[in-house]
């Protein structure tokens, strides 16, 4: 798999909550800072609809969706970048993710302290930016050191290096994250080496109580106007009401969800944003052993989706048979689809399209 999300967030913003209800991993969460220490991991299925329509087609012995990975990471503090709190454990941490899930606290509750004394989603996230920015700056500045002296004897890599680096520290001085500046394909790939942490992608998690389920409190709204300002996505979930849904038996969940005005769990809603996050898409093989689900980036060609399933089949590629999704459901079998001529033969150049299912063709 290899692709992860790191949940972050100030203490007591329910990002436990929202760990346990996602993954069922036991992660504790209770009502004081810290009570992750060190990160849990859980690796959750991400919902996909053409899954089941895929096994009416089939009835496989053995139907596989794809996954992502969640990490909860340690509630951090205003002064994290200079060792407040868990300091630098957290940060390391979210150094190794793709991408961030920010959790932020949008509802009241007299019994959940909150870090800073009362409510306030805007600061919260300000604390938290600030505290990544601040962290990349210190790394930043050490980097740019080296290159500038390596620049000095003629590096001549160090020295665009350097010019890049100036660049981004003027940025982190002013407050910016990273992700938010505008980079040719040769700097963004320079940038994803330094892993810092502003420069990940983000999305938000509102918190909410019960009763705001639909995200229209002025707390989201908080939320709401910095994620335009940045062109990001706001997922509203209420952790505690995730909670109870998780924990009940498959077949009252439609009920309950009813109840609520809900289609389906907002987890649901999450996962799949957190996959677009990561600029993943999913393609499919099919057959009566087993439908099955794989991940591959967007822009990935034909090879590296065979390389998915085997490495072999990646370097004795040769060819890939497709077909879309709905039109393998539109005409029901794999057969008919090359009957009226919907099956494609496609070679190492095809650039892999969400919801394609595809055989692979390949030398031993």
């Known amino acids: 798999m290899g692709f992860n999300c790191g949940i972050i967030g100030l203490p007591n913003v329910g990002k436990s909550t929202i760990f346990n209800a996602l993954s069922a991993a036991g992660a504790q969460a209770s009502n004081y800072p810290f009570t992750t220490i060190d990160p849990n991991v859980g690796i959750v299925e991400v919902p996909d609809g053409r899954l089941a329509k895929l096994d009416a087609l089939y009835h496989p012995k053995k139907l596989t969706p794809t996954t992502i990975e969640f990490v909860d990471i340690a509630g951090l503090v205003k002064g994290a ?17 793709d991408a961030i899930v920010h959790v932020v606290r949008c509802f009241e509750d007299p019994d959940v302290v909150h870090v800073d004394g009362a409510v306030g989603p805007k600061r919260d996230i300000e604390v938290i930016e600030t505290e990544l920015v601040m962290a990349d700056l210190d790394s930043v500045e050490k980097r ?75 707390l989201v709204g908080e939320v709401r106007a910095i994620a335009d300002a940045e062109g990001a996505k706001v997922v509203v979930i209420s952790g505690k009401t995730e909670s109870e849904i998780a924990a009940l038996p498959q077949e009252e969940r439609p009920e309950f969800l009813d109840a609520l005005g809900l289609s389906e769990p907002g987890l649901n809603r999450l996962i799949r944003a957190g996959y677009e996050l990561l600029g993943l ?30 490495s072999d089949f990646e370097k004795g590629f040769i060819r890939a048979e497709v077909v879309p999704y709905d039109e393998l459901v539109k005409l029901g079998s794999w057969h008919a689809a090359k009957e009226k001529g919907v099956l494609r033969q496609e070679g190492k150049e095809y650039v892999v399209r969400d919801g394609d299912c595809m055989l692979f063709r390949f030398n031993v």
Request: charged residues 30%; glycine residues 10%.
């Open 144 to 218: 740019l050191f080296r290159k500038q002296k390596d620049a000095k004897g003629g590096d001549k890599h160090a020295k665009a290096e350097a010019e890049l680096l100036e660049r981004v520290k003027g940025m982190l001085e002013r407050g910016e994250a990273v992700r938010k500046g505008d980079y040719t394909n040769e700097e963004a790939e320079t940038l994803r080496q330094f892993f810092l942490l502003s420069s990940k992608p983000v999305l938000y998690v509102a918190n909410v109580s019960d009763e705001d389920l639909s995200g229209t409190s002025p």
């Open 81 to 97: 970048s200079r060792g407040e709190g868990l300091g630098n454990k957290f940060l390391g941490n979210i150094r190794e993710v």
């Open 281 to 310: 898409i999913t393609f499919f093989t099919v057959g009566e052993d087993e439908v099955k689900a794989w991940t591959v980036q967007t822009g990935a060609k034909a090879p590296q989706a065979a390389g998915k399933i085997h």
